[in-house]
């Protein structure tokens, strides 16, 4: 479990700090509004991505025949009041809300060709959140957190596609356009504790209410040649009401031996079906010596809310859908195991851990044969979709330097995620999605001196499984099929990529400034986002018949980028 929290303001002095570049800026600003008594912090992000590669974009696009522009980007903004009453309790006020986009405008190179072909894709989501948390010094040994929060995700997608061609000898256009919106809203109440009776326990219990309101789907399609012009609109929306119970322990019953143990009772009610699980925990480290232990674990989770991916091509689209009537959530075991040593080499110490795992998992839900998010509304997502069961097991190997001039990490990861559907595949197990088998990091970071640091950065990634069409015929004058073979029996390629950073620190009276020169994607590697297919076309003009064979094509976001930017911290 990752804990992360925003940091909560210095109540003394004005502090910021941010950085001017040429990929990215970014800012924070912190300081008292009453000293000892109330502060604030407030920090944003912005980046420049999609301004920054597009000449490189544009070289790779006026290499295969086409033109237009394909970027990404990212913006956010954090906030956070603190308010200090009196000595037992602290008021906090806090915001969030961050957007990315990615989009793809491309087009042949010869608009004047009589077979021209433009098409125009784009993808956002977005996650807006508020909370107010209230902490409470029971006593020396008893504290409370109890948040009242609000969350809203938004994910949506637009596509828009123009061909003009001859049509036996007179020229046509044929449009399609298509907008999809999907949304989560959770409004949540939560109390935690923390008790500490002794030193050899930490014992923390509690207890949450969340109301969920899904938004699964909602669509406008339409084309200039009559066969389709609907708004799928999604009026109402499915609510849900999430309970869950908790208590468990930090409890050390040796000098060697220490055990985490705990329960939670969940509650899940939508519409008039409810779905009650118990979900234990256990994990235990035990000390060999000083710098060799070994740690096991055990938990049963329970997921309500199901994840969907597209299995095919084109853009990358996860839909987040509840568990209903039809729909049992999501069920969960995993055992795992590991070792970590600390290794000591004259006046340098490495650690270095290895841990496997083994994770079944029941109910799953993926798209039917030929079913898409496309077209799903709130009433009609569940018949999309079918139910299967999953396995994730692996190993992770994990190798730090944690001392002297030159320190570092290689991380490795060896992985299967496997899936088998009664209605899918034949029955026959397949890989899912994100089935990764090589997972590499290599991080280098060396100290020239104390002000000057050059880092670097090499990852690795089994590329994503996905499902191609093996062939494709036409049925009467436009409808055309697709034959698909074994699901998800096609990978794309690996993604890879190495980085380099160099740093210069400089001191000042009122705080340091930090240069920076940086290399994204130093060999400039084409990753692939994703596939589409581009069906190709014959036709036929003054007596020549041109044929181009159908393609899949693949849109990569970043190539090489170097880039220079001023911190500043005062």
């Known amino acids: 479990v990752l804990d992360i929290s925003m940091k909560e303001g210095n109540m003394r002095e004005l ?34 991505l999609d301004v920054l590669a597009q000449p490189f974009i544009k070289s790779q696009l006026s290499s295969e025949g086409t033109k237009g522009s394909v970027g990404y980007f990212f913006h956010d903004l954090n906030a956070k009041l603190n308010w200090k009453p009196g000595r037992r309790d602290r008021l906090y006020l806090s915001a969030y809300t961050g957007y990315d986009k990615f989009y793809a405008r491309i087009r042949d190179a010869d608009n004047s060709s009589r077979d021209y072909r433009r098409t125009e894709a784009s993808l956002g989501w977005g996650n807006l959140t508020s909370a107010l948390r209230w902490n409470h010094i029971v006593n020396d040994q008893l504290f ?18 123009e061909r003009r061609y001859d049509d036996q000898g007179q020229p046509r256009t044929d449009t399609y356009s ?5 949304n989560i ?21 509690g207890g949450q209410y969340t109301l969920h309101s899904f938004r699964p789907g909602a669509l406008t399609a339409k084309d200039n040649y009559g066969s389709l012009d609907s708004q799928l609109k999604s009026g109402t929306r499915t609510l849900a009401s999430e309970a869950s119970l908790y208590a468990e322990d930090d409890y050390r019953l040796t000098d060697r031996l220490k055990v985490n143990g705990g329960l939670r009772l969940n509650g899940f009610l939508v519409e008039s079906t409810f779905y009650p699980s118990l979900e234990p925990r256990l994990a235990a480290r035990y000390l060999l010596t000083e710098d060799w232990a070994l740690k096991a674990a055990y938990a049963r989770t329970t997921q309500y809310i199901h994840l969907l991916t597209n299995s095919g091509i084109g853009l990358p689209t996860d839909l987040w859908v509840p568990a209903t009537a039809q729909i049992k959530p999501q069920r969960a075991q995993q055992w795992s195991v590991g070792a970590a040593r600390t290794l000591r080499f004259k006046e340098e110490e490495y650690e270095l851990s290895f841990e496997s795992y083994y994770k079944p998992m029941r109910n799953l839900v993926e798209y039917r044969e030929g079913a898409s998010f496309l077209g799903t509304t709130d009433s009609e997502w569940e018949n999309k979709v079918t139910s299967g069961n999953g396995w994730a097991y692996g190993g992770e190997f994990f190798l730090q330097k944690k001392t002297g001039r030159t320190t570092g990490w290689i991380g490795y990861t060896l992985a299967w995620s496997k899936r088998r559907f009664p209605d899918l595949n034949q029955g026959r197990i397949f890989p899912y999605k994100y089935d990764r088998r090589h997972d590499v990091s290599v991080v280098a970071i060396h100290k020239f001196s104390p002000t000057l640091t050059l880092s670097g950065t090499w990852v690795y990634g089994t590329g994503n499984a996905t499902t191609l069409s093996q062939g494709r015929f036409t049925l009467g004058q436009y409808q055309d099929f697709d034959d698909y073979g074994e699901r998800n029996s096609y990978r794309m390629a690996a993604y890879h990529r190495f980085d380099l950073d160099l740093s210069k620190t400089k001191k000042k009276k009122w705080g340091e400034i930090v240069n920076s020169f940086s290399i994204y994607n130093v060999y400039s590697r084409r990753n692939p986002y994703y596939l589409y297919f581009d069906p190709g076309y014959t036709f036929t003009y003054n007596g020549v018949t041109t044929v181009e064979k159908p393609v899949y094509r693949q849109i ?7 880039s220079f930017s001023k911190a500043f911290k005062f």
């Not at 409370?144 to 596609?161: A, R």
């Not at 298509?178 to 999907?182: E, K, M, T, V």
């Not at 990569?556 to 170097?562: C, D, E, N, Q, R």
């Open 556 to 562: 990569s976001l970043f190539p090489i980028i170097p």
């Open 185 to 205: 809203r959770d409004f949540s109440l939560k109390t935690d504790f923390d008790y500490v009776p002794s030193p050899d326990h930490y014992i923390r219990f």
């Open 15 to 48: 502090h910021g700090e941010g950085a001017i570049g040429i990929v990215a800026s970014k800012i924070t600003l912190e300081g008292p509004i009453k000293q000892d008594t109330a502060s604030f912090i407030i920090s944003a992000r912005r980046t420049y």
């Open 144 to 161: 409370m957190n109890t948040h009242l929060t609000y969350s809203k995700y938004q994910f949506n997608v637009g596509q828009e596609d």
């Open 178 to 182: 298509l907008r999809y919106l999907s």
